[in-house]
Each structure stands twice: as structure tokens, then as C-alpha cells.
């Protein structure tokens, strides 16, 4: 499978200028978000209704709306644009307030997971009677957000965007998820992080997604540009969400960050929502080494690389490969363990950053725009120097397959049967299953 994944990701670079010129420049997926573009509506702030055609149809007008409708790091389950958008007389400011209500349900069979993603992390490895099977729910993930977006002849364009989700205790504590500010090529705020790739992850109901998935947010400083139409490039200075070290009692504890990460990234688009990225990851992971009261630090890194296309109209194509050393807790099922720095067998006090890979392969079919099915393959592998104890985690595998059905371009529906592998350096291996159900009301 790996094999393949690097074919695939291989062919796609390869093949891109040939595509970029041959295939249509519509796909199914641009055809849903097309039909999302047109169900909105546009008010001036003045109180009239509706703004004129002649306005929306101006091309800088026209471009500036349908920021709202994409970003270069929207996953499939972020919140669709605001159906109500307000905008001043001279068209300089438009404001979006949206979101949406978002209900989980899921049934686990052959292993029930203690948490509410399905994360090969966490399946249990010793069977329990009384724990085989489990029924839950949730409303994690409903999500409000507001976006402002506008021009200014001093600033150019700009954007402020901040958005909370339903993600905390039991699913209902609400929880700031992103707060931001855009001018022209430069963003500062809680963003998603440049090493992140989320519109090449496949649709999935489940809110885990792959195995390998990297999509975290981080405080940060980015400058972003496009050349080209086509060329994109990107650098980041972050502030580390968290960093996994394996303390050893009395001899190896944690130590505060002092350094920023730094991540980057270079893309290539062909299309309206096609494109293969390369992304980077540089860090520093700090750890006090409690016999001497010293601190040290070691390097990690992380690469990635990403891809979306449409090779035809109905079929979208998802590839992600990364690996790195100490990078573990940005991917989602690493991130679950303490792997970013451990200790070596002969010697705890001799910290270091394992290697660690992962990849995902996902195919998207429109049966119509509205109805689509989709397949993906995922795995996350942690490889150290030297085995580990026998019942820690090694890897990590999901499949998952699902429909999904909009009745509206605003209500969606979704069902979808997830089976993963959770082994053992022993060895030792367990498989869990889960049925899930979902249904979005946007807004």
C-alpha cells in the first residue's frame, strides 16, 4: 500500500501541467461548492435586502465573497460559509456570522473505545464482556464562528476570523478553536499550522479521521503568497501546542519550551481545488534531566507530503505521506502517547527523538454533486531505535468507508463503518469496528 501511495503522489506530481491543461475545470466537489455559493445572501448594511447584480458582479466584488467560501486550510468538517453576508454601500467591508449544529452517533462492536474518536490508539487490548460493545453520542463539533473580510487602500485586503467549538467535557463546554487576523500575505493569530494540509484529508464522519492526520492549531506568525496563480508559498513561526516526553521517575521530567517550531511549505494548484503540497517541520524539544538539574534539548523535524485532484469529474483523489523524528504529537494518533522524545533502554537518562511515519490514501465518488461515497486507508507507525516494552503501541491502521448525502447545499447527512488495528511491540494485536451516523445543519 505504501507502494502505492508513493506511485500515486509520484504520478500526480508528474502528470500535474498535463492535467492542469486537459481536464475540465470543474469537478463534482467545485460543483457542491458552487451550488454553496449561490445559496447565500448578500445585505447591505443599510438595511436593503438585496445587493444589485451589477455589484456582484464586479470581479474584485465578486472575489472578495467568495473568500468566504474557500481557505487554504478548510478540512471537509470545518463549518460551510455564512448564509447571510453583510456588506457596506461601497463594498470595502463584508461581515459572515455562521456555523453549525453538528450531531455524532456511533455504535462500537468487537472492542468499545473509552473515547469518542475512533483512534486505533485507544483500542483496548484485553477483552472485556462488559465493555464489548457500546452505543454514543455527541454534539461535539458544533461550531459558530464570525469573518470579516474587507480591503483598505493603506492595508489591502484583510481578514479577522475567529471560531469556537463544542469540544470540551462531555461535548458541551465551548472552546475557542480558532482567532485570527489576515493582512494581505501575513496572518497572526490561533491558526491552523503551515505544517498542516487539511483539504488533502478525506471526508470522514467520524471526527478522528486518519490515522496519520495532521492538523493541528498553533499560535503563529505566517507569511503566505501566491505567484502565479499556481505557485504558493509559506513560512510560519509557531508556538508549540504540546510536546510528548517519555519522564522516567527521579531521573528525566519535563522542561518549559523556549524556542519556537518553525514549518513551511511549497504547492503547486492546477485547479479550483487540486493541488500537491511539500510542507516542513523544524522544533526543538526540551527535556531536565533531574540527576544533574540541567536542561537539554534535542531536533525534530517533520515532512509532509499532500496531495487533492480530481482525475475525473466524479472521482477526487486524497494522498497524505509524513514522517519525521519528534513530531509525533502534532498526527492524531501519535499524539495520544509520549513519543516525541523517550529514553534509551540502556541508558534513561539518554533522551532522543524516534522516527515516525504515517500515510492515508482516500477516494472520493459523486454519485451526484450532492451524494458521494468515499474510501480511505491510513496508518501511523512508530519505529525507535531499539524495541520497546511489550504492550506499548506500534502501530496504528484504519479503513474507513462512507456516504454522504446533502438534502440541502446546508443539511447533510452521513454514515460510515470504521475497522482498526491497534498492535503491540509483542506482537499482540486487536481489531475494533464502529458504525457511525452524523447529520450538519449550516447556517
Request: aromatic share 12%; proline share 6%.
Amino acid at each position: 500500500m505504501k507502494n502505492i501511495l508513493m506511485l500515486i503522489l509520484t504520478l500526480l506530481i508528474a502528470s500535474s501541467p498535463a492535467i492542469a491543461e486537459n481536464l475540465p475545470s470543474t469537478s463534482a466537489v467545485d460543483a457542491q461548492r458552487d451550488s454553496l455559493i449561490s445559496d447565500h445572501k448578500v445585505i447591505l448594511i443599510d438595511g436593503k435586502p438585496q445587493v444589485s447584480r451589477d455589484i456582484l458582479q464586479n470581479d474584485s466584488i465578486r472575489e472578495l465573497i467568495d473568500n468566504f467560501f474557500y481557505d487554504q486550510f478548510t478540512s471537509f468538517s470545518d463549518p460551510a460559509a455564512p448564509y447571510f453576508l453583510f456588506m457596506s454601500r461601497d463594498a470595502d467591508l463584508m461581515m459572515g456570522i455562521g456555523g453549525c449544529v453538528r450531531i455524532r452517533a456511533w455504535y462500537d462492536v468487537n472492542a468499545a473505545l473509552p473515547v469518542n474518536s475512533f483512534t486505533p490508539y485507544f483500542i483496548p487490548m484485553t477483552k472485556d464482556p462488559a465493555n464489548n460493545s457500546k452505543l454514543g453520542a455527541t454534539p461535539a463539533g458544533s461550531t459558530i464562528f464570525f469573518r470579516v473580510i474587507g480591503r483598505n487602500k493603506l492595508l489591502g485586503n484583510y481578514q479577522l476570523y475567529i471560531e469556537g467549538n463544542f469540544n470540551g467535557y462531555g461535548g458541551t463546554d465551548f472552546h475557542l478553536k480558532k482567532a485570527y487576523a489576515q493582512i494581505n500575505r501575513v496572518t497572526i493569530g490561533y491558526a491552523s499550522s503551515t505544517f498542516s494540509d487539511p483539504t488533502a484529508l478525506p471526508p470522514t464522519v467520524d471526527a478522528n479521521g486518519p490515522s496519520n492526520k495532521i492538523s493541528g492549531t498553533s499560535v503563529l506568525v505566517r507569511w503566505m503568497n501566491t505567484y502565479r496563480k499556481r505557485w504558493t508559498v509559506a513560512a510560519s513561526v509557531e508556538l508549540p501546542r504540546s510536546i510528548n516526553i517519555n519522564t522516567v521517575e527521579g531521573k528525566i521530567g519535563k522542561a518549559s519550551q523556549s524556542l519556537p517550531d518553525f514549518a513551511a511549505f511549497l504547492q503547486y494548484a492546477w485547479g479550483r481545488s487540486e493541488h500537491i503540497r511539500l510542507s516542513g517541520l523544524l522544533r526543538t524539544l526540551p527535556y531536565q534531566d533531574l540527576v544533574t538539574d540541567k536542561k537539554h534539548s534535542k531536533l525534530g523535524w517533520g515532512v509532509q507530503l499532500s496531495a487533492v485532484a480530481h482525475p475525473l469529474y466524479p472521482l477526487t483523489v486524497y494522498a497524505t505521506l509524513n514522517c519525521g523524528k519528534g513530531h509525533a504529537s502534532t498526527t492524531a494518533d501519535l499524539q495520544a502517547g509520549d513519543y516525541d522524545l523517550i529514553s534509551r533502554n540502556d541508558n534513561p537518562r539518554d533522551m532522543y527523538a524516534p522516527f515516525a511515519y504515517g500515510w492515508c490514501l482516500g477516494l472520493q465518488y459523486n454519485f451526484l454533486p450532492d451524494l458521494f461515497a468515499s474510501l480511505s486507508v491510513s496508518e501511523s507507525r512508530y519505529l525507535p531505535d531499539k524495541p520497546r516494552p511489550a504492550d506499548e503501541y506500534r502501530r496504528g491502521n484504519i479503513l474507513s468507508a462512507n456516504i454522504f448525502w446533502n438534502l440541502t447545499p446546508r443539511i447533510q447527512a452521513g454514515a460510515e463503518f470504521d475497522t482498526g488495528i491497534r498492535k503491540n511491540w509483542s506482537g499482540e494485536s486487536r481489531r475494533a469496528n464502529r458504525i457511525g451516523l452524523m447529520a450538519q445543519f449550516s447556517f
